[in-house]
């Protein structure tokens, strides 16, 4: 019997789906993990840029930093600084308040309104300042310094979070005080 | 004797092995934009571990710092060339090389050139290492 090839045959048209469904497959599998990979990394750059200008915030304030009377309460890190453009000395005010939507940092300098810096992400904050006396010889070093403990989490991606752990040294107070 | 009307198994299976191999760089291209993020994030962390250790530095009096070139173990202790223990935090995790050098006017130190570099994994399987360097210099205030 001679068979023309006119049409494809039936284990053909199988063989080409079966392959099609593979290679299909996949490519869906792909979009969607590139799709959920998009929202985490997008979610954890913004995450990691709240943190960063929180910090460097921060960093710059306890620069021009006149007393070293730093108070730090679970909620409120306060103390007095240099204000450049005024020439005073003025009380600036960081505080961890919560709101509906979650818990916010504002930051207030002397009498101007407080001002959020970092909204709604919040899952836990720590400040801590420390003063760290060493014996050393022939005179004793003092090193002030606030420790910080943030943690960012994103409001509908849970998984994705983001923790910093780091610690401050006002440079100027610390010449001051040694 | 085969008269060719229609495609063969053998050319379907070679234009999908041709699709997927154009395919795949560009499926490669989507997935480092997750990836840059990932080595952002260590910059950053390792940017934050240079700062601290250069904070830490600049606060201790100028004639207790002492200048030559330090190990990341000789960091971590500190006694070396700050007199007093180095607090590590994130910095823990990080390599680091730190170079103190003295700036001399007529034989008198009147500046201290401080380099800390940090060496940090830009991804959790990359093999190499990538490294930050923050250099700073300190005033002899005390005359």
Redesign the interface.
């Known amino acids: 019997m001679k068979r ?5 045959t039936l284990i ?1 048209i199988i ?2 789906s079966a ?2 469904a593979v ?1 299909i497959t996949t ?1 869906v599998m ?1 979009l969607i ?2 799709r959920k ?2 929202s ?2 997008e979610y ?2 913004i995450l ?1 840029q709240e943190s ?1 200008l929180l ?1 460097a915030r921060i ?1 710059t304030d306890l620069n021009n930093a006149v007393d070293k009377q730093i108070y730090s309460s679970e909620n409120q890190l306060v103390f007095n600084a240099y204000n450049n453009t005024k020439g005073i000395v003025e009380p600036i005010v960081y505080s961890l308040e919560k709101t509906s939507q979650g818990h916010i940092i504002t930051r207030k300098e002397g009498n101007e309104k407080a001002r959020t810096i970092v909204k709604n992400n919040v899952a836990s904050l720590t400040w801590q300042t420390k003063l ?1 006396v ?1 014996d ?1 010889k022939p ?1 004793p ?1 003092k ?3 606030i ?1 910080f403990d943030i943690l960012l989490e994103a409001p509908n991606v849970a998984e994705k979070n983001f923790r ?8 100027r107070l ?2 001051q005080i ?1 | 004797m ?5 495609i063969s ?1 053998i050319e ?2 070679v234009a ?1 092995g041709l ?2 191999a154009v ?1 795949a760089p560009v ?1 490669l291209i ?2 480092s ?2 990836r840059n ?2 080595m ?2 260590a910059e ?2 390792a940017h ?1 571990c240079a ?2 250790i250069m ?2 530095i ?4 100028y004639k ?1 710092i002492k200048s030559g070139s330090y190990t990341s173990s000789e960091v971590k202790n500190g006694l070396s060339f700050a ?3 180095i ?1 590590y ?2 910095s823990e995790n990080y390599d680091s090389e730190l170079k103190i050098e003295d700036i001399k006017d007529s034989g008198k130190s009147i500046f201290k050139k401080i380099i800390v570099k940090i060496s940090y994994q830009p991804t959790k399987n990359s093999a190499i290492k990538r490294s930050f360097t923050l250099k700073t210099m300190v005033a002899n ?1 005390t005359n």
């Open positions: 023309t090839k006119k049409a494809f053909e063989v080409v392959i099609s290679f490519v792909l993990n590139f990979g998009y985490k990394s954890s750059g990691m960063a910090i960093r760290d060493y050393t005179i070093v090193r002030l310094s420790d910093l752990k780091t610690s401050i040294f006002p440079a610390n010449k040694n | 085969n008269n060719k009307n229609g198994l379907i299976i999908t699709l997927a395919l499926f989507f997935s934009g997750n993020m990932e952002t994030e950053f962390r934050n700062i601290e904070e830490q600049i606060s201790i009096p207790h007199n007093s223990p607090l935090k994130i205030e």
